[in-house]
């Protein structure tokens, strides 16, 4: 039989004020044309479908419509992960349950999943979705009072009772499958920028493990082979890079062959806008620009100069108008730096006008420089005086003035 594992879609995930909607369709048309050439006879997903419990109806669009389509070439199975809704899965489960044959589940609780017959083989799969640490206990044991283990070993009684069940739903010509959203101790996290809940307490181990023919997992975000080489299993990793640690992966769906033997292949996805950073100076910038070096791509620039750019957006986005900006930083060597005056006068004290233009010089902006600090100045010199700078907002007041007494007039007729 074949198997297609996925995980770590991330569905409404945002870079900053960028949605990553039109990313996700790139990988995912990679993901739908692997799965329509190789044709396997089932499909895991091992968590963290959405980016949030409660994702933008976008995002839960695009992923009803995608798991519909994988569907449609084999049964599909959706764990819950740490970023996805319980409650939400379990609506949707309700509704794919009603489908007739059924092809799409969504699991919410450590459970075993069969099919009689898939290729003249039983199939079981051992599932378990994203456990937190203070919900261990409700599914380690029969009594919750009286479980007194850590973490690990609640997965370990959790992954133990599952196996030991698909075991003798297959018998020993089945095949019994493993699937996990979890940390196991040893896997490399990778460098994402966010917060990922990995660490002592929500580590768990391979120990078990191999009474499993594959072992699929959901979480870490680089793809990686599980740690220890006794477990057959691996990371599928996220479906793109979702920030800018995690630039340099590549990313992945795996494909697993099970027939005398079992073989294991990572396919590389398309993912959409690459995640360009660059250190340097602004020649160079351009220079890299104007060979094509950041078209369609989301860029993260640091630029040093000597002194301040005013007008650092501007040039970048000159030099490359085909990148999408996610975030700019101006790397100033010669600051500015005021000495304390210790004479009594003090010196001259800077005109706000002055330290306006200062701040505009090394603050992130859009706006033209020389415009927005003449507009300062003809705003400032009006403080005080009985005739002030109207720009243009006195004819549209006298109209409005105009309009509202025609209105009243008419309503008193």
């Given at each position: 039989m074949k198997l297609l594992h996925t995980s770590d879609w991330h569905l409404g995930a945002r870079l900053g004020r960028h949605d990553r909607g039109t990313d996700h369709d790139v990988a995912?048309?990679?993901?739908?044309?692997?799965?329509?050439?190789?044709?396997?006879?089932?499909?895991?997903?091992?968590?963290?479908?959405f980016d949030a419990s409660q994702p933008p109806y976008l995002a839960l669009d695009r992923g009803i419509r995608a798991l519909r389509r994988l569907a449609a070439v084999a049964p599909t199975i959706v764990l819950c992960g740490n970023h996805d809704s319980a409650p939400l899965f379990r609506v949707i489960d309700r509704l794919a349950a009603d489908v007739?044959?059924?092809?799409?589940?969504?699991?919410?609780?450590?459970?075993?999943?069969?099919?009689?017959e898939i290729r003249s083989d039983p199939v079981a799969v051992a599932c378990v979705p994203f456990i937190k640490p203070s919900a261990i206990n409700d599914y380690a044991s029969d009594d919750p009072s009286q479980f007194e283990g850590n973490y690990a070993d609640g997965v370990r009684m959790v992954n133990d009772r599952l196996l030991t069940d698909a075991e003798s739903q297959v018998g020993k010509k089945g095949i019994v499958l493993y699937a996990a959203h979890l940390h196991v101790h040893g896997a490399r996290p990778g460098k994402s920028e966010r917060r990922v809940t990995v660490g002592e307490d929500y580590a768990t181990h391979v120990e078990g493990l191999q009474r499993a023919v594959y072992c699929a997992f959901g979480h870490i975000h680089d793809s990686q082979a599980l740690p220890g080489g006794t477990a057959p299993g691996r990371y599928a990793g996220s479906l793109i890079p979702i920030d800018f640690g995690e630039a340099e992966q590549t990313k992945q769906a795996t494909l697993v062959t099970i027939d005398r033997d079992v073989q294991v292949e990572s396919r590389t996805l398309p993912s959409g806008r690459p995640l360009t950073p660059f250190v340097g100076t602004l020649e160079e910038f351009e220079e890299r620009a104007a060979a094509g070096g950041f078209d369609g791509c989301i860029l993260k620039a640091r630029v040093g100069s000597e002194d301040p750019i005013p007008d650092l957006a501007e040039r970048l986005l000159e030099a490359s108008p085909a990148c999408t900006v996610f975030e700019i930083v101006n790397a100033v060597e010669n600051q500015h730096i005021k000495p304390v005056q210790s004479s009594e006068d003090g010196g001259t004290e800077p005109t706000l006008e002055q330290l306006f233009a200062e701040w505009l010089s090394t603050a992130r902006h859009a706006a033209p420089y020389e415009t927005v600090t003449a507009l300062f100045g003809e705003a400032l010199g009006g403080l005080g005086q009985e005739s002030v700078p109207e720009f243009g907002l006195t004819e549209l007041l006298s109209r409005a003035d105009r309009t509202l007494r025609t209105l009243e007039q008419s309503q008193a007729e």
């Amino acid at each position: 039989m074949k198997l297609l594992h996925t995980s770590d879609w991330h569905l409404g995930a945002r870079l900053g004020r960028h949605d990553r909607g039109t990313d996700h369709d790139v990988a995912l048309r990679g993901l739908f044309d692997l799965a329509e050439a190789e044709r396997p006879d089932l499909i895991l997903h091992t968590g963290d479908l959405f980016d949030a419990s409660q994702p933008p109806y976008l995002a839960l669009d695009r992923g009803i419509r995608a798991l519909r389509r994988l569907a449609a070439v084999a049964p599909t199975i959706v764990l819950c992960g740490n970023h996805d809704s319980a409650p939400l899965f379990r609506v949707i489960d309700r509704l794919a349950a009603d489908v007739t044959p059924r092809r799409l589940w969504f699991l919410t609780s450590p459970q075993t999943v069969c099919f009689a017959e898939i290729r003249s083989d039983p199939v079981a799969v051992a599932c378990v979705p994203f456990i937190k640490p203070s919900a261990i206990n409700d599914y380690a044991s029969d009594d919750p009072s009286q479980f007194e283990g850590n973490y690990a070993d609640g997965v370990r009684m959790v992954n133990d009772r599952l196996l030991t069940d698909a075991e003798s739903q297959v018998g020993k010509k089945g095949i019994v499958l493993y699937a996990a959203h979890l940390h196991v101790h040893g896997a490399r996290p990778g460098k994402s920028e966010r917060r990922v809940t990995v660490g002592e307490d929500y580590a768990t181990h391979v120990e078990g493990l191999q009474r499993a023919v594959y072992c699929a997992f959901g979480h870490i975000h680089d793809s990686q082979a599980l740690p220890g080489g006794t477990a057959p299993g691996r990371y599928a990793g996220s479906l793109i890079p979702i920030d800018f640690g995690e630039a340099e992966q590549t990313k992945q769906a795996t494909l697993v062959t099970i027939d005398r033997d079992v073989q294991v292949e990572s396919r590389t996805l398309p993912s959409g806008r690459p995640l360009t950073p660059f250190v340097g100076t602004l020649e160079e910038f351009e220079e890299r620009a104007a060979a094509g070096g950041f078209d369609g791509c989301i860029l993260k620039a640091r630029v040093g100069s000597e002194d301040p750019i005013p007008d650092l957006a501007e040039r970048l986005l000159e030099a490359s108008p085909a990148c999408t900006v996610f975030e700019i930083v101006n790397a100033v060597e010669n600051q500015h730096i005021k000495p304390v005056q210790s004479s009594e006068d003090g010196g001259t004290e800077p005109t706000l006008e002055q330290l306006f233009a200062e701040w505009l010089s090394t603050a992130r902006h859009a706006a033209p420089y020389e415009t927005v600090t003449a507009l300062f100045g003809e705003a400032l010199g009006g403080l005080g005086q009985e005739s002030v700078p109207e720009f243009g907002l006195t004819e549209l007041l006298s109209r409005a003035d105009r309009t509202l007494r025609t209105l009243e007039q008419s309503q008193a007729e």
